[in-house]
């Protein structure tokens, strides 16, 4: 069945590091990707998305692109901020037969930057 | 303006009790989704409605689990005869139009369920 494969946590970085958190999906079909974060006491909210093969979604420093050939999704920083300390989630939106869509996570990274 | 909402945000009850978890979606939108996330782990699906209409809900995980949105706004959703295993935090989206596979999900900010 489809699935997403993200890299275990937690992630411990210098501020100014750099970031990557692998992404690892199956599916059937063509999924939408996404990346969800969740900061400390708060819900979870988009960080970016990628609709088709080989577009890059960005969002506040952060990049990844949508992999079709090694169905990955890799999440990016350059330069990464203490204020980024959170739990990043990778997702998947993908059809079902019955014409509704399945929504897949993965387990969660927990990032901690440290000043 | 407001986002999802969610209430209790924490919720203690003692084996077999029945609860019920509210969630209040943005105005306007169209989609509503059921999360269970336990511990340590990524959300999971459980039920979609689109308006008042329950489209999905193959992620319920036994008959003891019931959801509604009998106005197409507010939605609950019932856990009866509670057991140790639902404890987890309970989590709703919503988004503006049906569902889409592109479409983004505001998240509420759950409810934690402990079953004692």
């Known amino acids: 069945g489809d699935s997403v494969t993200q890299m275990e946590g937690p992630v411990t970085l210098s501020e100014e590091a750099f970031l990557t958190i692998n992404c690892t999906y199956t599916?059937?079909?063509?999924?939408?990707l996404f990346w969800y974060v969740q900061y400390p006491g708060e819900g979870l909210q988009l960080l970016l998305k990628?609709?088709?093969?080989?577009d890059k979604g960005s969002n506040k420093g952060f990049e990844a692109t949508y992999r079709k050939e090694t169905t990955s999704f890799h999440l990016e920083k350059g330069s990464v901020q203490v204020s980024d300390s959170a739990v990043y989630f990778c997702?998947?939106?993908?059809?079902?037969?019955?014409?509704?869509?399945?929504?897949?996570f993965g387990t969660g990274t927990r990032l901690k930057v440290l000043a | 303006g407001a986002g999802v909402s969610q209430s209790p945000r924490y919720k203690v009850a003692k084996r077999g009790q029945d609860v019920a978890l509210r969630c209040d979606p943005i105005?306007?939108?169209?989609?509503l989704f059921w999360y269970q996330q336990a511990l340590g782990q990524g959300p999971e699906f459980l039920t979609y409605?689109?308006?008042?209409?329950?489209?999905?809900k193959s992620g319920l995980p036994s008959d003891r689990f019931f959801a509604e949105r009998p106005e197409g706004s507010v939605s609950t959703l019932k856990i009866q005869r509670t057991q140790q295993e639902d404890s987890a935090v309970y989590l709703c989206?919503?988004?503006?139009?049906?569902?889409?596979?592109?479409?983004?999900?505001?998240f509420g900010p759950g409810t934690r369920l402990l079953v004692l």
């Open positions: 989206a919503s988004s503006p139009q049906g569902a889409m596979p592109q479409e983004t999900q505001y």
């Open positions: 599916a059937t079909g063509y999924p939408s």
């Open positions: 990628a609709t088709k093969a080989d």
């Open positions: 997702a998947l939106s993908a059809p079902r037969t019955s014409g509704t869509y399945k929504y897949i």
């Open positions: 105005s306007g939108h169209v989609s």
């Open positions: 409605f689109q308006n008042e209409a329950q489209l999905d």
